[in-house]
């Protein structure tokens, strides 16, 4: 099925330091949202874009929507423990209800 | 409030059983959507429903049925499971049938084992 291209795969950082991933699309989408998944649970939003160009924050995460509307960024700043998780970008083509996601990042906080 | 409800939790089936997944949305929530997430993968789009009636349907073959009851509920049925079919299924409900700012909640999922 169709996936978005997410990178990086995974990260490994200290406590403290800000991350960065993105996410791209050969396609449009009129949405762009973040959700981030612990291990046994389902996917919980973050954060939703909604305009090209907009660029959004919640606590310590930050993420735009890109101009061209075929990619997004997150950045979560400051990071801590408890921010280990896989992190996926999901799209959603207008006219459409459908989720189109990523392949996840892993991100790994050492204390 | 309480979130998207899935049950089970777990189950294990052999290859050709049949298996039948339920999810509560959201109190309030009247669309329904099911995703399958094969490990290490992100969540595919199986169905979405709203008012009882499919409003979309992923690239999945016709072994994958669902239905929504009046009080919004659902359940996602497989037929003739393969190995392949082993996954996370994860139930996502929303307010209304699509619009901005619409956005899907997600359940805990049922983790699907076929044997």
């Known amino acids: 099925g169709q996936q978005l291209n997410q990178s990086p795969q995974s990260m490994f950082i200290q406590e403290g330091e800000d991350v960065s991933m993105n996410c791209t699309s050969s396609s449009i989408f009129n949405t762009w949202l973040w959700y981030k998944q612990d291990p046994g649970e389902g996917p919980v939003l973050l954060i939703a874009l909604y305009k090209a160009g907009e660029l959004t924050s919640n606590g310590r995460l930050t993420a735009q929507f890109g101009i061209t509307r075929k990619d997004s960024f997150l950045n979560i700043s400051a990071s801590i423990p408890s921010d280990v998780g896989i992190y996926f970008c999901a799209g959603r083509p207008g006219g459409s209800e459908k989720l189109v996601f990523g392949k996840g990042m892993k991100l790994t906080v050492n204390p | 409030d309480a979130g998207v409800t899935q049950s089970p939790t777990h189950l294990i089936k052999t290859r050709g059983q049949q298996v039948t997944l339920r999810c509560s949305p959201i109190?309030?929530?009247?669309?329904v959507s099911w995703y399958q997430q094969v490990l290490g993968q992100g969540p595919q789009f199986i169905f979405q429903y709203y008012e009882k009636e499919e409003r979309g349907r992923g690239n999945f073959p016709d072994r994958f049925s669902a239905r929504q009851f009046p009080n919004y509920s659902s359940e996602l049925n497989v037929n003739a499971l393969l190995l392949g079919d082993s996954a996370l299924y994860l139930c996502a409900s929303s307010a209304e049938r699509g619009g901005l700012y619409n956005e899907q909640f997600f359940g805990p999922g049922t983790r699907l084992t076929v044997l």
């Open positions: 109190s309030g929530h009247k669309s």
